[in-house]
């Protein structure tokens, strides 16, 4: 069984029908690439919109998407998406309803909510796929005994769930939301949480968010990918400035497919197919994208303190390259009550990764 997954996918801007007619032809490329599939899993970002729905929560960037752009998705030959992420609660329940709905309607699976694995049967392979989101990225719409959402990302409960996914004998396969945004190295939290879970049992380690790639390592008989980086993500704006919050760059319009291939419910081989979006269109093979992902790879073969240190550099450039595009009317915009709940969110969810992540490693 031949599986693609891929990174986070983003349909607005001009990856959206409503703004681009030329975009069936942008992914042409690609599409037909994925037709080689048996299944094809991606990680959905944007919630289905009906104009007109208020935002949820306190967040400094929203992102959504017309209902039109489902069609996108089985043109891409998408069978599968994730919905454990940071955005697809952006604009609350009746959203996140509508776009489960829309998904079975169009006989798209989903999975990484309401604490529910998807099993997929074909040949004599048994695989669940899990998806969950991590309090490092800020997630709103938590799944609890209140209110239907997505899973949180709790090493207790993944260890659980792995453990049992062993004893029935099924191959696991985790999409996981976490890590730093725009670097290229995973956090060691991370890492650390990947390599742990593979003394369990082998599985396949496939995250997403960072919107970049990072590299990959095989470990007891699992493939662990930390970022597939993004498959497609327009610049991010938001109503405080006219100048867009998240810019597309060359490292993040690098990113890949990761072929696995799976027989008798073990992965007997995986392949790093580089994708690229250009300016006209989607293309794949680029080798200078593999060759960075190779290197990427290598990185995680260091020490952790010089890793940490490596790590270090790449985000202090990153974040003061964004101090140096603020200026005093920057900050006079985000004296408000609103800058202050995303404040306060952020630092709960601090706190609950610690208690979900940390508390479980250190």
């Not at 008989?221 to 100048?243: H, P």
């Not at 760059?249 to 690098?254: L, T």
Request: glycine fraction near 4%.
């Amino acid at each position: 069984m031949k599986i693609a997954l891929l990174g986070d996918i983003a349909f607005f801007g001009k990856f959206s029908l409503e703004n681009n007619q030329d975009i069936f032809e942008y992914f042409k490329e690609v599409s037909e690439k994925l037709k080689e599939y048996d299944l094809v899993v991606g990680n959905l970002e944007t919630p289905f919109v009906i104009p007109g729905t208020k935002s949820f929560g306190h967040k400094s960037a929203y992102i959504e998407s017309s209902p039109k752009n489902i069609a996108l998705l089985k043109y891409l030959n998408i069978d599968v998406v994730n919905l454990a992420n940071n955005h697809i609660y952006d604009f609350g329940a009746s959203s996140y309803e509508m776009t489960k709905k829309l998904l079975s309607e169009n006989n798209i699976k989903y999975f990484g909510v309401e604490n529910q694995q998807l099993i997929i049967e074909s040949d004599s392979n048994k695989i669940a796929i899990n998806g969950y989101c991590c309090y490092s990225t800020n997630p709103l719409g938590i799944h609890s005994n209140k209110r239907k959402g997505i899973n949180e990302l709790n090493i207790p409960d993944i260890e659980e769930q792995l453990l049992c996914n062993k004893k029935n004998k099924l191959f696991t396969i985790f999409g996981v939301h976490c890590g730093q945004e725009h670097v290229n190295y995973p956090n060691y939290d991370h890492i650390l949480m990947a390599r742990k879970l593979s003394e369990i049992d082998s599985y396949v380690f496939y995250g997403h968010h960072p919107h970049v790639a990072q590299g990959i390592e095989k470990l007891n008989q699992s493939l662990l990918a930390y970022s597939l980086g993004n498959f497609c993500f327009d610049d991010v704006y938001t109503s405080k400035s006219k100048e867009p919050l998240i810019k597309q760059s060359e490292n993040n319009k690098e990113s890949f497919i990761l072929e696995i291939e799976i027989v008798d419910n073990n992965l007997i081989n995986h392949a790093i197919i580089p994708i690229y979006m250009g300016l006209d269109k989607m293309s794949i093979g680029n080798p200078d994208i593999s060759k960075k992902i190779r290197d990427y790879s290598k990185k995680l073969e260091i020490g952790k303190e010089e890793y940490k240190q490596n790590r270090k550099e790449l985000i202090d450039s990153y974040i003061s390259n964004r101090k140096q595009k603020r200026d005093f009317n920057w900050y006079l915009k985000r004296m408000n009550y609103k800058s202050a709940f995303l404040i306060l969110f952020s630092k709960l969810n601090a706190k609950k990764y610690k208690k979900s992540v940390t508390d479980h490693l250190y």
